[in-house]
T-cell receptor, first 113, second 114 residues
Framework: GNSVTQMEGPVTLSEEAFLTINCTYT??????LFWYVQYPGEGLQLLLK?????DKGSNKGFEATYRKETTSFHLEKGSVQVSDSAVYFC????????????FGQGTELSVKP | DTAVSQTPKYLVTQMGNDKSIKCEQN?????MYWYKQDSKKFLKIMFS???????INETVPNRFSPKSPDKAHLNLHINSLELGDSAVYFC?????????????FGPGTRLTVL
């Protein structure tokens, strides 16, 4: 079946540390891949996306590259800030699936000053 | 201007009651969705609608009935509420029903069933 697996949280980092949140997927066909972020008490916001293999999505200093050979879409940021504290969700979308997104379990990130 | 709005933000009710959650989007999108987020923050699709027509019903109990009076609205009615229905419900919208399209989420409705 189609699924997304993320690294377990919570992840606690100091400000300016390097961030990696691992995401791997299983999918039939060629999915689009997304990272969404959920700040406390809010809905999800798109952080970045990639729609085909080797594409790199980037936004607000975050990056992720669609790696078909390793079925991965790891999220990275070179220097995190306290304001990056949130829950991060990796998701995939498949053609002909009514637009639905299949989410990973989410990874909570806490950045300390 | 709120792109995707939901009402109410919080809903506390007794088991067995019937309740509705409303969703509106002002983005001019053709497709709308309902997702359920459980206590462990796991998100799962419930329904999707495209141009007021049901596209996905993800094995949701028939106590849940979505209604789309027009493209800008997708409401969720829940009959005979159960304890297990307690969750945060998110509405979302996208321009099209394709796999690469960005979905825009509402702020969520936290439903607590006592």
């Amino acid at each position: 079946g189609n699924s997304v697996t993320q690294m377990e949280g919570p992840v606690t980092l100091s400000e300016e540390a390097f961030l990696t949140i691992n995401c791997t997927y299983t999918a039939t066909g060629y999915p689009s891949l997304f990272w969404y972020v959920q700040y406390p008490g809010e809905g999800l916001q798109l952080l970045l996306k990639a729609t085909k293999a080797d594409d790199k999505g980037s936004n607000k200093g975050f990056e992720a590259t669609y790696r078909k050979e390793t079925t991965s879409f790891h999220l990275e940021k070179g220097s995190v800030q306290v304001s990056d504290s949130a829950v991060y969700f990796c998701a995939l979308g498949l053609y002909n699936q009514g637009g639905k997104l299949i989410f990973g379990q989410g990874t909570e990130l806490s950045v300390k000053p | 201007d709120t792109a995707v709005s939901q009402t109410p933000k919080y809903l506390v009710t007794q088991m067995g009651n019937d309740k509705s959650i409303k969703c509106e989007q002002n983005l001019g999108h053709d497709t709308m969705y309902w997702y359920k987020q459980d206590s462990k923050k796991f998100l799962k699709i419930m329904f999707s609608y495209n141009n007021k027509e049901l596209i996905i019903n993800e094995t949701v109990p028939n106590r849940f009935s979505p209604k789309s009076p027009d493209k800008a609205h997708l409401n969720l009615h829940i009959n005979s509420l159960e304890l297990g229905d307690s969750a945060v419900y998110f509405c979302a919208s996208s321009q099209e029903v394709i796999n690469g399209d960005t979905q825009y989420f509402g702020p969520g409705t936290r439903l607590t069933v006592l």
